[in-house]
């Protein structure tokens, strides 16, 4: 992307959110309950080095935007969307590779050949974002005590150990499928059903981000050309079949097929935006290009899962 001036850096879009269905949840008035855990964050840090910008997730560092030297020439830049005005002080950028494109030389190049219906398609989950999942969510956490709302996020992510054992089993990865196995039966008895990490917190046993789509990179199938989704946001031909295999090891999808499921999933998505609704709010205030953001933040995390 060839960027001309502008009146500052963008620090991006950091979060690729899948954007949800939007039917409301029951929503109860909680105010007591208390489990011993910490608040999870997608984004748990962001740090400037030097000339760089990283932020930090619970399994992977991603290399945002380098700074750009000022300049005193005129304050428009060219993105792919168009010229962009600006009237405070202007920054001259270079022709520069992405700038989230990170440090990593092994880092494929995202094929974009879709990227007017993507752009599209955004827009449109964004839209459906600021007007329904966002105000949602946000009354969600407001009602919903925050012991509770990390209880459910435990139990959801309990549920969801037949999908990290088959993957970690398909790459061989005996310690992870160990590290399931464990943790399933700690919190699913001492844990109340996954209500607490026990596991974590006691036993110091990490939780598995694993998938589909992650035991299919680990064997060198490509990610195909990157795709987003109605509703669910940032996808690739790779991720959208992981997602398939996924959904059919899914408990819900098993044992409470239909309507059912369907509420435990808008449940779980309303509860998992109601902890970050405030993050991504402010950092997509600062974006360039909300599109590339999204677009290079999904490439490189999904890409850093696979190699971890």
């Keep these: 992307m060839r960027i001309m001036n502008s009146k500052k850096t963008s620090k991006g879009f950091l979060l690729s959110v899948f954007f949800l269905v939007f039917w409301l949840a029951p929503f109860s008035l909680v105010s007591g309950a208390d489990f011993d855990s910490e608040v999870p964050n997608f984004v748990t840090d962001i740090t400037e080095i030097g000339e760089d910008v990283f932020a930090q997730t619970s399994e992977v560092t991603i290399k945002l935007e380098k700074r750009i030297p000022r300049s005193t020439d005129d304050s428009s830049i060219e993105t792919a969307q168009g010229i962009v005005k600006s009237s405070q002080d202007p920054q001259d950028y270079e022709d520069m590779e992405d700038p989230f494109a990170g440090d990593s030389e092994d880092l494929p190049i995202m094929s974009d050949p879709l990227e007017g219906y993507n752009r599209w398609m955004f827009g449109v989950n964004e839209t459906i974002y600021d007007n329904v999942l966002e105000p949602v969510a946000r009354g969600y956490r407001d009602t919903i ?140 205030e600062s974006a360039l290009d909300e599109y590339e953001s999204v677009r290079d933040f999904f490439h490189q995390y999904r890409h850093g899962l696979v190699k971890k």
Excluded: C, W
Aim: proline residues 5%; negative net charge; charged residues 20%.
């Design 145 to 284: 005590h925050e012991n509770l709302r990390i209880a459910l996020k435990n139990v959801f992510s309990n549920a969801m150990a037949p999908v990290k054992l088959v993957s970690s089993l398909i790459q061989l990865d005996f310690e992870k499928s160990g590290r399931v196995l464990a943790r399933t039966l700690i919190n699913t008895t001492f844990g109340i059903g996954g209500l607490a990490d026990v596991a974590g917190e006691e036993y110091d046993i990490q939780d598995v981000n694993e998938d589909f789509d992650q035991a299919m990179g680990y064997y060198g199938v490509p990610t195909g050309p990157y795709v987003v989704l109605p509703l669910f946001g940032p996808s690739t031909a790779r991720n959208i079949i992981g997602r398939a295999a996924d959904s059919f090891m899914s408990p819900t999808f098993l044992f409470a097929p239909g309507s059912v499921s369907v509420g435990l999933s808008v449940e779980e998505n309303i509860n998992d935006a109601s902890f970050i609704v405030d993050d991504k709010k402010q950092l997509e």
